[in-house]
């Protein structure tokens, strides 16, 4: 008898970010995605019973006992093929593998994926012996029981480790003379950055593979603009090297339509490494921009608004950065943080205003009392003071907010407040540490930031390291109209604070305001509708469930912006337009309705971050996991589970039990959930997948 246990550890800072690609022992016939998709249909209930701590299982999880020595060379992933398709942004992507041992022995390989920070896994097939499997996504706690009580009766044979908060390795023990396939599914909005939107799309299978094909479909109802995909591989030191696709790999098919495609030939694959390819198949698009209300797309009751106009001037912004120069940023962050600040203050524009705080136990203000008004000489001075930084002491946080806030205070009391309205006001605080000078209670400082900010100001954090406290900075940034941004340790730091500030470096709307009649959308579904800014190249969207009965939805759209004052602009939609555009064979399957569970579940999960009422928090979870179960999407509180039956009698042998754990009565009631008999003594075990969206990814497989 042979088991296979995969397992990962997750970071809490990403809702989603790992992907698994399984292969187990059986005898595999080749399956299309369509097949996949249409040809499952088993589905078991699992139980409510006692229910055990996630937090408590993770580390135990972990093990043991693998053929990590031998070689691989008898080991292939024979096909790797991903198809990727979009509709009005939304984008659903399936990875399907098939691995095969033509060796005499048990051999282990190893995949790395990385997946979208936004992106939900939603669905895993794994194809064993002719026989295919779905996952089901259920409670964290649920789904943790069930893989224990698997896990006590089997043997752990292989292991996936966590080589970054961004990357994954899958080991995965193959059987001699076996082959095995599964597909992961997973779904996300592509965000508009810098003007375009982006699918990026991970292809790491450690070898070249003689079949290894990406295709991505796009389907967009305003029109497409441009269309233009790569290969994004990293080297050693750190260096991105791009390789463009030729033209014959995009077919324009129609104005709104556009197939791209990457079929590399092992060859071409070994020139990249001798692991192959190991990079991003980039696809960037961008769609036809106008002066309006923006695109509805109205779809079985559901709709869907994107809103980017173009032709407004921007709003003229105040920027306070605030900048931890704390023993802690000692060494490449502060360095980092030299070369990014120089760039940044580049991006400032005429009719900006700026000042630079820095703090460690105290805080010291670049031009006292005042805010400076971008020049070239201005900027030039700046830069000598930011190249002249110095880490020491410790982390006074929010001596550092207060301060900012005091500037932004004073500038717009001594014009009068005639700006506070018409202009964008923002805070910049970049920390990789915890509070430790001044006030350091985390709770304290968000309640204090809050009421001197009271809604004026936004406030941007940023993260920097594993050092810093996530939870904290989201919620303080989420309570004063701001975001969080965590920046990753890499010799690519410096981008990625140039980066997040060119985002966010040009205004053109503040306080955008989303107005739908009540009579026609149900307003107690609709997504996010108030937001502090619209910043040029990005987009705002906004999704709903309309009455029953209506088949047309308008909104209207109202914000201020530089030159044009305060804007009122409308968009319609209907049934009719958006199916004679979107529905067809390429199309994601109800995408109005699953963008807004989508969009619905990011949202509840960052109240449920930045509320402090106790009660709040419990119903915005409890909603978040009702949606999740409901639209299966492995989020923070579900996880993903696949279970081979036992055989028709119902029957399970646990004598290869080596951990010692192994109660026939749990695991009669185990099997008892899933229709067995609760003949604990006989023929093979249930084979378990556990997937969660932030703690634990594992299998037990045992014939």
């Known amino acids: 008898m042979k088991s296979v246990v995969v397992v990962v550890s997750l970071s809490l800072l990403q809702i989603v970010a790992v992907i698994m690609l399984l292969i187990v022992v059986g005898q595999a016939s080749v399956l299309s995605k369509h097949m996949v998709i249409a040809g499952v249909q088993q589905k078991h209930l699992l139980r409510n019973d006692a229910r055990i701590s996630l937090k408590n299982q993770v580390r135990q999880a972990r093990s043991i006992d693998t053929n990590t020595n031998l070689p691989l060379d008898s080991i292939k992933i024979s096909s790797l093929h991903?198809?990727?398709?979009?509709?009005?942004?939304?984008?659903?992507?399936?990875?399907?593998?098939?691995?095969?041992?033509?060796?005499?022995?048990?051999?282990?390989?190893?995949?790395?994926?990385?997946?979208?920070?936004?992106?939900?896994?939603?669905?895993?097939?794994?194809?064993?012996?002719?026989?295919?499997?779905?996952?089901?996504?259920e409670e964290k706690e649920e789904a943790q029981e069930i893989y224990n009580t698997a896990k006590a009766c089997g043997r752990t044979t292989s292991l996936v480790q966590q080589r970054s908060e961004r990357s994954f390795a899958v080991s995965i023990n193959v059987e001699a003379q076996s082959e095995v396939k599964c597909t992961l599914i997973y779904q996300q909005l592509l965000l508009r950055k810098k003007g375009f939107y982006e699918n990026r799309i991970s292809i790491r299978p450690n070898q070249t593979v003689a079949d290894l094909r990406v295709d991505a479909y796009i389907i967009e109802p305003e029109g497409l603009t441009q269309v233009k995909a790569w290969l994004e591989t990293t080297e050693k030191d750190g260096e991105i090297i791009t390789t463009d696709l030729a033209n014959n790999n995009i077919d324009l098919a129609s104005s709104q339509r556009a197939h791209v495609w990457f079929?590399?030939?092992?060859?071409?694959?070994?020139?990249?490494?001798?692991?192959?390819?190991?990079?991003?198949?980039?696809?960037?698009?961008?769609?036809?921009?106008?002066?309006?209300g923006g695109n509805i797309q109205v779809v079985n009751g559901y709709f869907v608004h994107h809103f980017s106009p173009e032709g407004i001037a921007p709003v003229a912004k105040q920027v306070v950065f605030v900048i931890d120069v704390s023993g802690s940023m000692i060494?490449?962050?502060?360095?980092?943080?030299?070369?990014?600040?120089?760039?940044?203050?580049?991006?400032?524009?005429e009719g900006d205003t700026f000042n630079i705080v820095l703090f460690h136990t105290t805080v010291s203000v670049w031009k006292k009392g005042t805010m400076v008004t971008v020049s070239t000489d201005m900027i030039t001075t700046a830069k000598s003071f930011i190249r002249g930084l110095e880490a020491k002491d410790?982390?006074?946080?929010?001596?550092?907010?207060?301060?900012?806030?005091?500037?932004?205070?004073?500038?717009?009391?001594s014009n009068n407040n005639q700006y506070v309205d018409t202009t964008l006001?923002?805070?910049?605080?970049?920390?990789?540490?915890?509070?430790?000078?001044?006030?350091?209670?985390?709770?304290?400082?968000?309640?204090?930031?809050?009421?001197?900010?009271?809604?004026?100001?936004?406030?941007?954090?940023?993260?920097?390291?594993?050092?810093?406290?996530?939870?904290?900075?989201?919620?303080?940034?989420?309570?004063?109209?701001?975001?969080?941004?965590?920046?990753?340790?890499d010799s690519d730091s410096s981008l990625q604070l140039a980066s997040f500030f060119d985002d966010i470096s040009t205004p053109l709307l503040i306080n955008?305001?989303?107005?739908?009649?009540?009579?026609?959308?149900?307003?107690?579904?609709?997504?996010?509708?108030?937001f502090p800014s619209y910043f040029e190249g990005t987009e705002l969207v906004v999704a709903g469930q309309l009455v029953e009965g209506q088949n047309e939805v308008s909104v209207n759209v109202i914000g201020s912006s530089g030159d044009r004052g305060v804007i009122d602009v409308t968009a319609i939609g209907s049934v009719v337009l958006s199916e004679n555009i979107v529905l067809n064979t390429e199309a994601v399957e109800d995408f109005t309705q699953r963008l807004w569970a989508y969009l619905t579940i990011k949202e509840l999960l960052r109240k449920q971050i930045i509320v402090d009422d106790k009660d709040e928090?419990?119903?915005?979870?409890?909603?978040?996991?009702?949606?999740?179960?409901?639209?299966?999407?492995?989020?923070?509180?579900?996880?993903?589970?696949?279970?081979?039956?036992?055989?028709?009698?119902?029957?399970?042998?646990?004598?290869?039990?080596?951990q010692g754990e192994c109660d026939p009565e749990d695991y009669d009631v185990f099997l008892r959930s899933y229709g067995g008999s609760g003949d604990s003594t006989r023929s093979s075990m249930p084979m378990v997948l556990l997937f969660t969206g932030c703690s634990l990814l594992g299998m037990v497989l045992q014939w």
Request: hydrophobic letters at 35%.
């Open 82 to 137: 991903i198809i990727s398709s979009t509709t009005a942004r939304f984008t659903d992507t399936s990875v399907t593998s098939q691995l095969v041992n033509t060796g005499d022995e048990s051999k282990e390989a190893e995949l790395i994926m990385e997946l979208p920070e936004e992106a939900f896994i939603t669905e895993l097939y794994i194809e064993v012996n002719g026989t295919i499997y779905r996952s089901e996504v």
């Open 263 to 292: 079929q590399p030939t092992e060859n071409e694959q070994a020139t990249q490494s001798q692991q192959g390819i190991i990079g991003d198949f980039v696809i960037k698009y961008d769609v036809v921009h106008e002066f309006n």
């Open 512 to 530: 955008v305001e989303f107005h739908f009649p009540p009579d026609i959308v149900n307003i107690e579904s609709i997504t996010q509708m108030s």
């Open 617 to 658: 928090k419990e119903r915005l979870e409890a909603r978040a996991l009702e949606l999740s179960l409901k639209y299966h999407f492995v989020t923070p509180l579900t996880s993903l589970v696949v279970v081979k039956p036992p055989d028709i009698n119902g029957n399970v042998d646990n004598s290869n039990s080596t």
């Open 394 to 413: 410790s982390t006074n946080f929010y001596g550092g907010i207060e301060s900012a806030v005091t500037l932004l205070n004073q500038f717009h009391s």
């Open 331 to 349: 060494g490449t962050k502060l360095d980092q943080t030299r070369v990014a600040m120089l760039t940044i203050l580049d991006q400032l524009q």
């Open 425 to 489: 006001s923002m805070i910049i605080i970049l920390s990789d540490g915890q509070p430790s000078a001044g006030v350091t209670a985390t709770d304290e400082i968000v309640k204090l930031t809050k009421e001197i900010i009271n809604n004026q100001y936004s406030l941007f954090t940023l993260g920097f390291g594993n050092d810093v406290d996530g939870a904290f900075l989201e919620k303080l940034a989420g309570q004063n109209r701001g975001i969080y941004r965590k920046i990753y340790v």
